[in-house]
């Protein structure tokens, strides 16, 4: 009998492991590497960056009940891994309510690192001007905690005049060029792009557009062998497409699909890395929900290849994922 009892406590232990919020160690003991890569919490609209030998991964985190047809985010999460198949998750970093002139809708975001701090570019409902807006965060880690760096939203919708959509100014994403410019590119329906100053929390200069065919949202520039790449979700249900340059600010070729629609999941958000000699594309998809996949979504990591041309290979969305980094 008592060992019968401490076999059910023992249990009962490793559930609550599983369900508990914000349990960090979990994935390393009790689920096996493939996609999606995070499977006891939703995870969307993945960014990652590489420091010190370690991938950080960011995300949003969907909330919605079950049976709800519409989005509930009102965190970001964050994970680390120094293979690409074990992940470790942080405390929770940021918060809507880290921003106190925001209403809610923790969507898509972007951490990237300059002069010893880390910034966090995200997306919000604004409290007091209509619309969606971009604020940005800092902190001494990348895993935070992260403040307010402005006490005030970046980009707000009465900026940005291009869409007569009131959520045109979401999914920010920032590059730092080689020459040490950076720039912040974001859009829903346009894609905007901007100069930032050095002190990385203010535009330098007017908000300029991409024109790029399909484009819908989600933009992400990386550069490879002295190429730039611009990808982007395109069309409805989305599929995620790509440009390529010799500048940052263009002109962009389009080069047509780049991955597929992600299963039951209507969006499609990316981020590319090259982690030790190789390139991932992060993604996310429905695969955790046989319905409503579109509001709960899940981050998955497939290969990503280039050909001799510079163009990159369609993406292969797989469910083995892909294999530790070395």
Request: charged residues 20%; hydrophobic residues 35%.
């Amino acid at each position: 009998m008592r060992i019968v009892k401490e076999w059910f406590a023992a249990i009962l232990v490793i559930s609550t492991c599983i369900t508990a919020y914000g349990q960090a160690d979990v994935t390393d003991t009790v689920f096996k590497p493939g996609n999606p890569i995070i499977r006891y919490k939703y995870t969307a609209d993945p960014a990652a960056m590489v420091y010190n030998n370690t991938v950080y991964l960011y995300t949003g985190h969907d909330v919605a009940p079950e049976k709800k047809n519409g989005y509930e985010m009102h965190d970001w999460l964050c994970f680390s891994s120094t293979d690409m198949t074990h992940w470790k998750e942080q405390p929770v970093p940021l918060t809507v309510k880290d921003f106190k002139w925001a209403k809610d809708d923790a969507w898509a975001s972007q951490v990237i690192y300059r002069n010893g701090k880390f910034y966090w570019y995200v997306a919000v409902e604004h409290g007091t001007i209509h619309g969606k807006s971009i604020g940005v965060a800092v902190s001494d880690s990348p895993v935070g905690p992260f403040k307010d760096a402005r006490g005030s939203a970046l980009v707000t919708n009465d900026m940005t005049t291009n869409s007569p959509r009131s959520w045109d100014d979401i999914d920010p994403t920032v590059f730092i060029d080689d020459n040490g410019q950076a720039y912040l590119i974001w859009g829903n329906s346009v894609c905007y792009y901007a100069r930032l100053k050095e002190n990385m929390i203010e535009l330098d200069g007017p908000i300029k557009t991409f024109a790029l065919p399909k484009y819908e949202e989600a933009p992400w520039i990386h550069k490879h062998n002295g190429w730039y790449y611009l990808s982007y979700a395109s069309g409805f249900p989305e599929k995620t497409a790509y440009a390529m340059s010799r500048s940052i600010e263009g002109p962009w070729e389009y080069k047509g699909i780049l991955n597929e629609l992600a299963g039951n999941c209507n969006t499609n958000h990316q981020a590319i890395i090259e982690f030790k000699g190789k390139s991932y594309f992060i993604y996310h998809n429905g695969a955790l929900t046989p319905n409503n996949g579109s509001f709960h979504r899940s981050v998955c990591i497939d290969n990503l290849y280039y050909s001799k041309d510079g163009s990159i290979k369609r993406i292969v969305m797989t469910t083995e994922g892909v294999g530790k980094a070395k």
